[in-house]
């Protein structure tokens, strides 16, 4: 063997190592992104079932989730209670369709909240105006998609003086 086929044979075992280890960062790569994901969705998850578990041990929470939201028979403490619940609702929303638009959890996360929030709730007296509140600091894709699921199309501009935000003094000029 001469010293010119000792290179050539040591570059080839070099390439192989490289390939080899660029090929193994890859499945690693790859594993470490499925593992990402599934963490963000058992952490959606987790959030979902702590919150439902939290609302079934208290009694009193549950009655008032139990309430008929659209009646105008509701103490003020009341709507305000219902704004804090459509807030939690909202921004679990917010997280789980961003997860989702960066592939990070699956449509079936995005579905199970959308489906709560499609029960009535948004169309609730406190529903629009607590969305319209929010909706300032969302993407227009995302008010779109959001409005198009819940209202069935694009809101117009709300009219001030019919909004429950007014009766509660709850938004300030």
């Known amino acids: 063997m001469t010293l010119q086929t000792l290179i050539v044979l040591a570059q080839f075992v070099a390439a192989l190592g490289v390939i080899s280890s660029v090929v193994y960062l890859a499945i690693q790569v790859r594993q470490n992104a499925k593992i990402t994901k599934a963490q963000f969705g058992h952490s959606l998850t987790s959030r979902l079932y702590e919150r439902y578990f ?21 103490e003020d403490y009341e709507y305000w209670r219902i704004t804090l619940w459509i807030n939690t609702c909202l921004v679990d929303i917010f997280d789980t369709y961003d997860q989702y638009k960066h ?10 909240r959308m489906n709560l929030l499609k029960a009535g709730l948004m169309k609730t007296r406190m529903g629009r105006p607590t969305w319209e ?5 969302r993407t227009p894709q995302f008010i779109e998609w959001f409005e198009t699921e819940i209202y069935g199309g ?3 501009d709300a009219d001030p003086e019919e909004s429950a ?8 000029d």
């Open 103 to 112: 592939g990070l959890v699956d449509i079936t996360h995005l579905n199970m």
């Open 54 to 74: 939290l609302a079934a041990k208290d009694q009193e929470f549950s009655r008032f989730l139990a309430k008929n939201w659209s009646t105008d028979e509701l």
């Open 154 to 156: 694009p809101l117009t």
């Open 133 to 137: 509140f929010w909706k300032v600091n």
């Open 165 to 172: 935000w007014q009766d509660l003094n709850m938004k300030r």
